[in-house]
Protein backbone atom coordinates (compact mmCIF):
# COMPACT_ATOMS: atom_id res chain seq x y z
CA UNK A 1 0.00 0.00 0.00
CA UNK A 2 1.07 3.46 -0.87
CA UNK A 3 2.18 5.78 1.90
CA UNK A 4 -0.02 8.40 2.47
CA UNK A 5 1.76 11.01 4.98
CA UNK A 6 4.97 11.99 5.94
CA UNK A 7 4.57 10.12 9.51
CA UNK A 8 6.53 7.28 10.50
CA UNK A 9 5.59 4.18 12.02
CA UNK A 10 6.81 2.88 15.40
CA UNK A 11 8.66 0.80 15.88
CA UNK A 12 9.20 -0.10 12.32
CA UNK A 13 10.13 3.61 10.87
CA UNK A 14 7.97 2.76 7.63
CA UNK A 15 6.14 5.38 6.62
CA UNK A 16 2.14 5.85 7.66
CA UNK A 17 0.31 3.68 5.58
CA UNK A 18 -2.91 5.94 6.60
CA UNK A 19 -3.35 9.14 7.95
CA UNK A 20 -3.53 9.55 12.00
CA UNK A 21 -7.36 9.73 12.98
CA UNK A 22 -8.07 13.08 14.13
CA UNK A 23 -9.55 13.56 17.66
CA UNK A 24 -13.23 12.78 17.40
CA UNK A 25 -12.83 10.65 14.80
CA UNK A 26 -15.56 8.09 15.45
CA UNK A 27 -13.35 5.38 14.49
CA UNK A 28 -11.63 5.52 17.97
CA UNK A 29 -15.02 5.15 19.93
CA UNK A 30 -13.79 1.68 20.32
CA UNK A 31 -10.46 2.02 21.18
CA UNK A 32 -8.44 1.58 24.58
CA UNK A 33 -4.69 2.71 25.39
CA UNK A 34 -3.18 -0.45 27.64
CA UNK A 35 -0.80 1.30 29.39
CA UNK A 36 1.52 -1.61 29.28
CA UNK A 37 2.31 -0.27 25.64
CA UNK A 38 3.87 3.05 27.05
CA UNK A 39 5.55 1.72 29.79
CA UNK A 40 7.46 4.85 30.05
CA UNK A 41 4.74 6.96 30.95
CA UNK A 42 3.03 7.08 34.03
CA UNK A 43 -0.64 7.24 34.13
CA UNK A 44 -0.91 11.13 34.11
CA UNK A 45 1.15 11.08 31.10
CA UNK A 46 -1.32 7.78 29.87
CA UNK A 47 -4.09 9.75 30.57
CA UNK A 48 -3.04 12.41 28.92
CA UNK A 49 -1.87 10.68 26.28
CA UNK A 50 -5.71 9.37 25.23
CA UNK A 51 -7.27 12.89 25.48
CA UNK A 52 -4.40 14.45 23.13
CA UNK A 53 -5.25 11.48 20.96
CA UNK A 54 -8.88 11.38 21.49
CA UNK A 55 -8.84 8.12 23.03
CA UNK A 56 -11.79 7.70 24.74
CA UNK A 57 -10.42 4.68 27.04
CA UNK A 58 -7.27 3.33 29.11
CA UNK A 59 -6.70 0.07 29.96
CA UNK A 60 -5.40 0.30 33.48
CA UNK A 61 -2.20 -1.48 35.36
CA UNK A 62 -2.39 -2.19 39.05
CA UNK A 63 1.48 -0.65 40.13
CA UNK A 64 1.07 2.78 38.32
CA UNK A 65 -2.35 3.26 39.98
CA UNK A 66 -0.46 2.57 43.60
CA UNK A 67 2.12 4.78 42.64
CA UNK A 68 -0.38 7.84 42.61
CA UNK A 69 -2.96 6.41 44.68
CA UNK A 70 -6.55 5.14 44.12
CA UNK A 71 -8.24 8.15 44.98
CA UNK A 72 -6.59 10.08 42.88
CA UNK A 73 -6.34 7.50 39.83
CA UNK A 74 -9.77 7.44 40.03
CA UNK A 75 -10.63 11.04 39.89
CA UNK A 76 -8.10 11.41 36.95
CA UNK A 77 -9.57 9.31 34.97
CA UNK A 78 -12.89 10.38 35.93
CA UNK A 79 -12.02 14.18 35.48
CA UNK A 80 -10.22 13.40 31.80
CA UNK A 81 -13.58 11.49 31.06
CA UNK A 82 -12.08 8.21 29.75
CA UNK A 83 -13.60 5.05 30.40
CA UNK A 84 -11.04 2.27 32.42
CA UNK A 85 -11.36 -0.59 29.59
CA UNK A 86 -10.11 -3.37 32.45
CA UNK A 87 -7.95 -3.48 35.31
CA UNK A 88 -4.18 -5.50 34.74
CA UNK A 89 -3.81 -7.89 36.71
CA UNK A 90 -4.72 -10.10 39.23
CA UNK A 91 -4.71 -13.84 39.21
CA UNK A 92 -1.26 -16.08 39.87
CA UNK A 93 -3.51 -18.75 41.67
CA UNK A 94 -1.06 -21.87 41.11
CA UNK A 95 1.40 -21.23 43.85
CA UNK A 96 4.00 -20.59 42.20
CA UNK A 97 5.63 -17.53 44.31
CA UNK A 98 5.78 -16.42 47.72
CA UNK A 99 2.19 -16.11 48.55
CA UNK A 100 0.02 -18.79 50.32
CA UNK A 101 -3.37 -19.23 48.74
CA UNK A 102 -5.31 -17.26 51.07
CA UNK A 103 -3.03 -14.11 51.00
CA UNK A 104 -3.35 -14.56 47.15
CA UNK A 105 -6.87 -14.85 48.05
CA UNK A 106 -7.04 -11.62 49.48
CA UNK A 107 -5.35 -9.93 46.90
CA UNK A 108 -7.68 -10.41 44.32
CA UNK A 109 -10.28 -9.42 46.43
CA UNK A 110 -8.72 -5.76 46.43
CA UNK A 111 -7.94 -5.92 43.04
CA UNK A 112 -11.63 -5.90 42.64
CA UNK A 113 -12.13 -3.54 44.47
CA UNK A 114 -9.74 -1.18 42.75
CA UNK A 115 -11.50 -1.81 39.59
CA UNK A 116 -14.73 -1.37 41.12
CA UNK A 117 -13.72 2.14 41.71
CA UNK A 118 -11.95 2.73 38.82
CA UNK A 119 -15.19 1.81 36.89
CA UNK A 120 -13.76 -1.21 35.28
CA UNK A 121 -15.96 -3.59 33.84
CA UNK A 122 -13.51 -6.53 34.34
CA UNK A 123 -10.26 -7.66 36.17
CA UNK A 124 -8.09 -9.17 33.53
CA UNK A 125 -6.65 -12.67 35.59
CA UNK A 126 -3.26 -14.22 34.66
CA UNK A 127 -3.76 -17.65 36.05
CA UNK A 128 -0.20 -18.50 37.06
CA UNK A 129 2.32 -21.03 36.10
CA UNK A 130 4.00 -24.05 38.03
CA UNK A 131 5.62 -23.92 41.20
CA UNK A 132 9.52 -25.10 41.20
CA UNK A 133 9.57 -28.78 40.63
CA UNK A 134 5.73 -28.73 39.51
CA UNK A 135 4.71 -30.35 36.62
CA UNK A 136 1.43 -31.34 37.11
CA UNK A 137 -0.05 -28.83 34.62
CA UNK A 138 -3.55 -30.44 34.88
CA UNK A 139 -3.38 -29.53 38.96
CA UNK A 140 -2.44 -26.58 38.52
CA UNK A 141 -5.53 -25.59 36.10
CA UNK A 142 -7.76 -27.41 38.65
CA UNK A 143 -6.47 -24.68 41.34
CA UNK A 144 -6.51 -21.82 39.25
CA UNK A 145 -10.42 -23.17 38.50
CA UNK A 146 -11.18 -23.22 42.20
CA UNK A 147 -9.59 -19.77 42.86
CA UNK A 148 -12.11 -18.38 40.27
CA UNK A 149 -15.01 -19.91 42.02
CA UNK A 150 -13.74 -18.75 45.06
CA UNK A 151 -13.53 -14.79 44.22
CA UNK A 152 -17.35 -15.30 42.35
CA UNK A 153 -19.07 -13.89 45.31
CA UNK A 154 -16.83 -11.15 45.79
CA UNK A 155 -16.91 -9.89 42.03
CA UNK A 156 -20.69 -10.26 41.93
CA UNK A 157 -20.72 -7.75 45.45
CA UNK A 158 -18.73 -5.30 43.51
CA UNK A 159 -20.09 -5.44 39.87
CA UNK A 160 -16.26 -6.58 38.06
CA UNK A 161 -15.98 -9.84 36.03
CA UNK A 162 -13.35 -12.08 36.64
CA UNK A 163 -11.75 -12.38 32.87
CA UNK A 164 -9.72 -15.46 32.46
CA UNK A 165 -6.57 -14.20 29.79
CA UNK A 166 -5.33 -17.73 28.17
CA UNK A 167 -1.73 -17.55 27.49
CA UNK A 168 0.12 -18.74 24.37
CA UNK A 169 1.26 -22.37 25.35
CA UNK A 170 5.10 -20.57 25.30
CA UNK A 171 3.93 -18.99 28.82
CA UNK A 172 2.36 -22.23 30.71
CA UNK A 173 5.42 -23.04 32.74
CA UNK A 174 5.93 -19.78 34.23
CA UNK A 175 2.67 -17.83 34.45
CA UNK A 176 0.11 -19.10 32.83
CA UNK A 177 -1.16 -22.57 33.04
CA UNK A 178 -4.34 -21.98 30.77
CA UNK A 179 -3.12 -22.34 27.31
CA UNK A 180 -6.23 -21.94 25.10
CA UNK A 181 -9.32 -19.95 25.27
CA UNK A 182 -11.31 -23.91 25.36
CA UNK A 183 -9.39 -24.39 28.21
CA UNK A 184 -10.30 -20.61 29.61
CA UNK A 185 -14.10 -20.95 28.74
CA UNK A 186 -14.36 -24.83 30.17
CA UNK A 187 -13.54 -22.98 33.25
CA UNK A 188 -15.42 -20.56 33.22
CA UNK A 189 -18.70 -21.90 32.16
CA UNK A 190 -20.12 -23.41 35.76
CA UNK A 191 -19.61 -20.16 36.93
CA UNK A 192 -22.14 -17.12 36.34
CA UNK A 193 -21.41 -15.27 33.36
CA UNK A 194 -21.44 -12.03 34.57
CA UNK A 195 -19.00 -12.55 37.51
CA UNK A 196 -17.03 -14.76 34.92
CA UNK A 197 -15.86 -14.46 31.09
CA UNK A 198 -12.81 -14.56 29.13
CA UNK A 199 -10.17 -12.15 27.54
CA UNK A 200 -9.76 -12.84 23.35
CA UNK A 201 -5.89 -11.57 22.86
CA UNK A 202 -5.12 -11.91 19.47
CA UNK A 203 -1.22 -12.92 20.66
CA UNK A 204 -2.43 -15.38 22.66
CA UNK A 205 -4.70 -17.39 20.64
CA UNK A 206 -4.11 -16.57 17.03
CA UNK A 207 -2.76 -19.94 16.52
CA UNK A 208 -5.36 -22.25 18.44
CA UNK A 209 -6.84 -25.05 16.30
CA UNK A 210 -10.20 -24.41 16.16
CA UNK A 211 -10.53 -20.93 17.32
CA UNK A 212 -13.21 -20.03 15.23
CA UNK A 213 -15.43 -22.43 17.38
CA UNK A 214 -14.14 -21.59 20.26
CA UNK A 215 -14.80 -17.58 19.88
CA UNK A 216 -18.35 -18.37 18.92
CA UNK A 217 -18.91 -20.54 21.86
CA UNK A 218 -17.22 -17.78 23.89
CA UNK A 219 -20.39 -15.31 23.16
CA UNK A 220 -21.58 -13.21 25.96
CA UNK A 221 -18.48 -14.51 27.99
CA UNK A 222 -15.82 -12.20 26.04
CA UNK A 223 -14.96 -9.82 29.01
CA UNK A 224 -12.34 -7.75 26.76
CA UNK A 225 -10.77 -8.05 23.56
CA UNK A 226 -6.91 -7.47 23.28
CA UNK A 227 -5.22 -6.90 20.38
CA UNK A 228 -1.11 -6.71 19.31
CA UNK A 229 0.99 -8.95 16.95
CA UNK A 230 2.90 -11.83 16.68
CA UNK A 231 6.27 -11.16 15.32
CA UNK A 232 9.19 -12.98 14.59
CA UNK A 233 11.76 -13.69 15.60
CA UNK A 234 10.97 -13.80 18.82
CA UNK A 235 13.38 -11.87 20.85
CA UNK A 236 15.58 -13.29 23.87
CA UNK A 237 13.00 -12.33 26.25
CA UNK A 238 9.38 -13.92 25.18
CA UNK A 239 7.36 -11.60 27.15
CA UNK A 240 8.35 -8.46 24.85
CA UNK A 241 7.64 -10.74 21.67
CA UNK A 242 3.88 -8.73 21.19
CA UNK A 243 4.54 -6.33 18.31
CA UNK A 244 2.95 -3.52 16.44
CA UNK A 245 -0.62 -4.74 14.75
CA UNK A 246 0.52 -5.58 11.06
CA UNK A 247 4.33 -6.58 11.73
CA UNK A 248 3.86 -9.63 12.08
CA UNK A 249 1.43 -12.97 11.27
CA UNK A 250 -2.19 -12.18 12.99
CA UNK A 251 -5.05 -11.73 10.39
CA UNK A 252 -6.64 -9.40 12.48
CA UNK A 253 -9.25 -8.55 10.02
CA UNK A 254 -10.77 -12.12 10.98
CA UNK A 255 -10.23 -12.77 14.48
CA UNK A 256 -11.79 -9.20 15.06
CA UNK A 257 -14.83 -10.14 13.07
CA UNK A 258 -15.24 -13.50 14.83
CA UNK A 259 -15.11 -11.79 17.76
CA UNK A 260 -17.78 -9.00 16.43
CA UNK A 261 -20.13 -11.76 15.38
CA UNK A 262 -20.00 -13.46 18.68
CA UNK A 263 -22.19 -10.48 20.05
CA UNK A 264 -18.90 -8.24 21.91
CA UNK A 265 -19.84 -4.49 22.05
CA UNK A 266 -17.24 -3.47 24.37
CA UNK A 267 -13.80 -1.76 24.41
CA UNK A 268 -10.60 -2.77 22.18
CA UNK A 269 -7.45 -2.61 24.01
CA UNK A 270 -3.76 -2.17 22.09
CA UNK A 271 -1.97 -3.75 24.78
CA UNK A 272 2.17 -4.12 23.19
CA UNK A 273 4.51 -5.65 25.56
CA UNK A 274 8.06 -4.85 23.27
CA UNK A 275 11.42 -3.14 23.76
CA UNK A 276 11.80 -1.12 20.62
CA UNK A 277 7.84 0.07 21.27
CA UNK A 278 8.59 0.69 25.28
CA UNK A 279 11.96 2.88 23.68
CA UNK A 280 9.94 5.24 21.48
CA UNK A 281 8.08 8.32 21.80
CA UNK A 282 4.91 7.35 23.70
CA UNK A 283 2.83 10.03 21.43
CA UNK A 284 4.24 8.30 18.04
CA UNK A 285 3.48 4.69 19.91
CA UNK A 286 -0.23 6.14 20.10
CA UNK A 287 -0.07 7.34 16.77
CA UNK A 288 1.01 4.58 15.18
CA UNK A 289 -1.42 2.19 17.14
CA UNK A 290 -4.40 4.53 16.31
CA UNK A 291 -3.64 4.11 12.59
CA UNK A 292 -3.19 0.39 12.62
CA UNK A 293 -6.48 0.20 14.75
CA UNK A 294 -8.33 2.01 11.98
CA UNK A 295 -6.60 0.13 9.05
CA UNK A 296 -6.87 -3.09 10.04
CA UNK A 297 -9.45 -3.64 13.43
CA UNK A 298 -12.20 -1.09 13.47
CA UNK A 299 -13.51 -1.80 9.71
CA UNK A 300 -14.43 -5.05 11.27
CA UNK A 301 -16.07 -4.55 14.18
Not at 180 to 200: I, R, S
Request: proline fraction near 7%.
Amino acid sequence: MTAVTTELDVPSGAPARVETPAPGDPRLARLSLNQKTVDGWGLREAIDGCVAAGLPAIGTWREPVADVGLETAARWVREAGLRVSSVCRGGFFTGAGDLSQAARHDDNRRALDEAAALGAPCLVLVPGGLPAGDRDLGAARSRAAAAVEALVPHALDVGVRLAIEPMHPIFAADRGVVSTLGQALDMAEPLPVEAVGVVVDTFHVWWEPGVEDQIARAGARIASYQVCEWITPLPPDALLSRGMMGDGHIDFPRLTSLVAAAGYTGDVEVEIFNADVWAADGRAVVDTLARRYVELVEPHL
